[in-house]
Nanobody, 124 residues
Framework: VQLQASGGGLVQAGGSLRLSCTAS????????VSWFRQAPGKEREFVAS????????FYADSVKGRFAFSRDNAKKTGYLQMSMLKPEDTAVYYC??????????????????WGQGTEVTVSS
């Protein structure tokens, strides 16, 4: 199983980026895909999730209304559209896939598969 994260970069505050997470080697449609991020000197934190079969989405409070998560099961890819970016969104973003129960969807420890990370830098 491999997860390939891409789409990071440098953007000014207020700008947008779209991250992609492409999977191979797993039944993508049945897996929840999530994004976590880790800023320098900070713990990894949950950003957003999209459920496998239902497509239901969940967001951290810090990104609600600014980020939107979608998926294309045929392409085995999840897309995180990030808008109105803020300097505090600067971090390495990691995608993860697994089948967590709903109450654990924001817990990084329950995800079996991880991508390599893509760096997002938002300048003020």
């Amino acid at each position: 199983v491999q997860l390939q994260a891409s789409g990071g970069g440098l953007v000014q505050a207020g700008g947008s980026l779209r991250l992609s997470c492409t999977a191979s080697g797993l039944t993508f449609s049945a897996n929840t895909v999530s994004w976590f991020r880790q800023a320098p000197g900070k713990e990894r934190e949950f950003v957003a999730s999209i459920r496998g079969n239902s497509g239901g989405t969940f967001y951290a409070d810090s990104v609600k209304g600014r980020f939107a998560f979608s998926r294309d099961n045929a392409k085995k890819t999840g897309y995180l559209q990030m808008s109105m970016l803020k300097p505090e969104d600067t971090a390495v973003y990691y995608c993860a896939a697994g089948r967590p129960i709903l109450s654990a969807i924001g817990n990084a420890d329950v995800y079996r598969y991880w991508g390599q990370g893509t760096e997002v830098t938002v300048s003020s």
